[in-house]
């Protein structure tokens, strides 16, 4: 998925998806970032083209390494659950600052 499309699966609106990751899922992104990194240096690429092709490698990296892991446990690591505990209050409860 992407970011924009993640957080509106986890429902979050304007705060840091990463902090509202399970353990899993942040390993799975920075597995995919690192080989993308490498892979972007091994390779010393020129132009966005070129990084388009190996951050989908990279992203290929964690997907079979998610895939694995839910072969493994035989579930979903990918959760619409959030890691942090809040709450949005509906536009009508926001409370007035009275000065």
Known sequence: ????????YKSIR?????DNMSDIEVALTDLGEID???LAKEYKLYGLE?????AKM???AAKVAKEDIEKNLGKSVISNQNNLPYQYLDEKYKLEIKK
């Open 58 to 60: 990279g992203g290929h």
């Open 36 to 38: 993308t990194r490498e």
């Open 50 to 54: 070129q990084n388009k092709k190996i």
């Open 1 to 8: 998925m992407k970011a924009n499309e993640y957080k509106s």
């Open 14 to 18: 304007k705060e840091s998806l990463r």
